[in-house]
């Protein structure tokens, strides 16, 4: 985790470094920039860091966090992490409602699929999934937007909470409303990979050897399904599920934009278009600690699902020290 962390924080430091975006035109403005002296320009790009090289910059940066220090934010103007843990409040229960419900929605949708091969069923589900697949996730956001909260206001147009309501006043009905169509549009997107995955699976188990067994015993279809399809298809459904919390992060950019609503993936965008490097580093850095940790749960299920998988790690390791 500390090699990766260390990759990504350099690779997305030096891609900020090489951006074409100006920090002063960004955030003071062209023609905000042409009446000030040259003494407040020196001030500014000394707080952006324009006349610093850009490895002198890096050290600085990454021996702060080290200590723990990720910096202040040059838009907000508070400290990196505080800035993170209230906008990653904000998007934690969304893209969580999102994963789980792209994770419940994918199995049920491949296991009918794989079950029906060749039936409408599973000529429908497929068709979804490829035209889902296919489809960006912002452009999706924006027809949930014109249909559920413009054509049919339904839902609200954006936002976490109500305008204009204080934030004590807000209730917990009120974010859980705001947050439907942002995390209906990443779930929706997510389903079609676990989908098609579970689909291939449970075709590849139905059609096995001891399946045939069992349907001679008079077994019927849905218990075979139960019994022997599901326990099966575990280990790559949690495969993909917890793979996909990096597809959830990175569509959530783009939808909290379109939706305008305050959390990780608009600061981020805030933060790119605005050369705050602080900020946009720190959230590479949670976003690539929060998908490692991801692909790690993943691994130590594994273990708890199979614990064949168990033993055989414990006969390599053996085998190994014999050698």
Not at 10 to 21: E, G, H, N, Q
Not at 135 to 160: E, N, Q
Request: glycine share 10%; charged share 15%; with cysteine.
């Amino acid at each position: 985790m500390a090699i990766l962390l260390l990759a990504v924080s350099a690779a997305a430091f030096f891609l900020i470094s090489i951006s074409p975006v100006d920090p002063l035109k960004s955030n003071v403005g062209q023609a905000a920039l042409g009446s000030m002296s040259e003494e407040q320009i020196e001030r500014l790009k000394e707080y952006w860091g324009v006349t610093v090289p850009a490895g002198e910059r890096f050290i600085r940066w990454f021996s702060g966090i080290c200590r723990g220090d990720f910096g202040i934010s040059l838009l907000y103007r508070r400290p990196v992490l505080d800035v993170i843990g209230e906008k990653f409040a904000n998007s934690a229960w969304l893209m969580i409602s999102a994963w789980i419900f792209s994770g419940i929605g994918g199995v049920a949708l491949g296991v009918l699929a794989g079950v029906k091969r060749g039936k409408w069923q599973d000529k429908a589900v497929t068709a979804y999934c490829m035209v889902i697949a296919g489809t960006p996730a912002f452009w999706l956001a924006l027809v949930l937007l014109l249909v559920f909260a413009i054509r049919f206001p339904i839902f609200p147009i954006g936002f976490s909470v109500p305008v204009g309501v204080a934030a004590s006043e807000v209730t917990f009905g009120d974010r859980l409303i705001h947050a439907v169509l942002p995390a209906l549009t990443l779930g929706l997107t997510g389903v079609s990979n676990i989908a098609m995955h579970t689909r291939s699976k449970m075709i590849e188990v139905l059609e096995s050897d001891y399946v045939f067994y069992a349907r001679a015993r008079g077994e019927t279809q849905w218990q075979i399904v139960g019994r022997y399809g599901l326990k099966n298809i575990l280990l790559p459904v949690i495969t993909l599920q917890f793979a996909s919390i990096s597809e959830i992060f990175g569509g959530s950019v783009l939808v909290e934009q379109v939706f305008s609503y305050p959390g990780l993936g608009q600061a981020a965008i805030t933060a790119g278009l605005g050369s705050d490097v602080p900020l946009l580093l720190g959230i590479t850095l949670i976003s690539a600690a929060v998908v490692f940790l991801g692909n790690f749960t993943a691994d130590l299920l594994y273990y708890t699902v199979d614990p064949r998988l168990k033993r055989d790690r414990k006969k390599m390791v053996r085998k190994g020290e014999t050698l």
